[in-house]
């Protein structure tokens, strides 16, 4: 069975500054796609980024940007010039390669970006 | 256009009660999935429509919980009789086929 693991419940970083949240995983499986959501207080939870595991490149989306490291089962999250609007919960997930929406998430990162 | 729009977005009740929680997709979507995040533990899927047709619902944690889809449209998710372990958010996602999964922004259940 796969397993999505985000260690850190609780982040900060001032504005400006850039921050990486972690995440690793498990799965016997080849071929998959990672993904993080973003959910602000109160409001929709929102895609990110995601990646396909096998593409090499690591994927990027403006200021985010991940580290994926398929042989160490890691997928950690960097946002770069953080702004007050990034403050949200964030969730890592693993999805197999079958066309489908049933995700397996992690326990979810709450970062605080300060003023 | 709308996304995924869940109510209520928030509901109070007693253990023992009944509650329903409603999701509308987005216009179009043919698969629609409920997903449920106890507090501070991980969103975990509970299952997936297709139009009205259950295709997984091996989530579901038990028979208090049913879950409909007449006619393909919205959804419901009904707890009867609400126990205190049921307290969490429940998310609802639509997803074109292909596409992208698109969340609502949760009903939030708390039992006491």
């Known amino acids: 069975a796969q397993t999505v693991t985000q260690s850190q419940p609780e982040m900060s970083v001032q504005e400006a500054e850039t921050v990486t949240l972690s995440c690793t995983y498990d799965?016997?499986?080849?071929?998959?796609?990672l993904f993080w959501y973003k959910q602000p207080p109160s409001r929709q939870m929102i895609l990110v980024i995601r990646?396909?595991?096998?593409?090499?490149q690591n994927a990027t989306e403006n200021r985010f940007s991940v580290n994926f490291q398929k042989a160490a089962k890691s997928f950690s999250l960097k946002i770069s010039d953080s702004q007050l609007g990034d403050t949200a919960m964030y969730f890592c997930?693993?999805?197999?390669?079958?066309?489908?929406?049933?995700?397996?998430f992690g326990q979810g990162t709450t970062l605080q970006v300060k003023p | 256009e709308a996304g995924v729009t869940q109510f209520p977005s928030h509901s109070v009740i007693e253990k023992g009660q009944t509650v329903t929680l409603r999701c509308d997709p987005i216009?179009?979507?043919?698969?629609l999935y409920w997903y449920r995040r106890v507090m501070g533990k991980e969103i975990k899927f509970l299952l997936h429509?297709?139009?009205?047709?259950?295709?997984?619902e091996s989530g579901m944690p038990n028979n208090r919980f049913l879950a409909e889809r007449t006619g393909g449209t919205y959804s419901t998710l009904k707890v009867q009789p609400a126990e205190l372990e049921d307290s969490g958010v429940y998310f609802c996602?639509?997803?074109?086929?292909?596409?992208?999964?698109?969340f609502g922004e949760g009903s939030r259940l708390t039992v006491l």
């Open positions: 997930a693993f999805r197999r390669s079958s066309n489908t929406g049933k995700l397996i």
């Open positions: 429509f297709v139009k009205e047709s259950k295709q997984d």
């Open positions: 990646q396909e595991a096998y593409k090499q």
């Open positions: 216009s179009g979507h043919d698969n």
């Open positions: 799965t016997s499986e080849n071929n998959y796609y």
């Open positions: 996602a639509s997803r074109a086929i292909g596409g992208e999964l698109f």
